[in-house]
Nanobody, 112 residues
Framework: QVQLVESGGGLVQPGGSLRLSCAAS????????MGWYRQAPGKERELVAH???????NYANSVKGRFTISRDNAKNTMYLQMNSLKPEDTAVYYC??????WGQGTQVTVSS
């Protein structure tokens, strides 16, 4: 079955960086588009970044220039490099895969 496991979240100061990983299994990773979403307390889940099978990317306006999504098809893993983090980036970050599957989420907290 499809499994998506996020890792790499944590507590970081404003201006800091984190790299999230999403390890995928149970489907052919290389032929599926993937995405990162986030949900802050009291808010709806929102798209952060998306990557196609060919490596084309798009980003939410709020993270453009600070976040970079990438994928390693040999490792069945997707990444989200987050730089210049702001308190408003605080949220649970989810990996999204095919067929509406989600990971369990990883908490990112940006605070001094």
């Amino acid at each position: 079955q499809v499994q998506l496991v996020e890792s790499g979240g944590g507590l970081v100061q404003p201006g800091g960086s984190l790299r999230l990983s999403c390890a995928a299994s149970g489907f052919i990773f290389s032929i599926n588009a993937m995405g990162w979403y986030r949900q802050a307390p009291g808010k709806e889940r929102e798209l952060v970044a998306h990557i196609t099978t060919g490596g084309s990317t798009n980003y939410a306006n709020s993270v453009k220039g600070r976040f970079t999504i990438s994928r390693d098809n040999a490792k069945n893993t997707m990444y989200l490099q987050m730089n210049s983090l702001k308190p408003e980036d605080t949220a649970v970050y989810y990996c999204a895969g095919p067929g509406g599957h989600w990971g369990q989420g990883t908490q990112v907290t940006v605070s001094s």
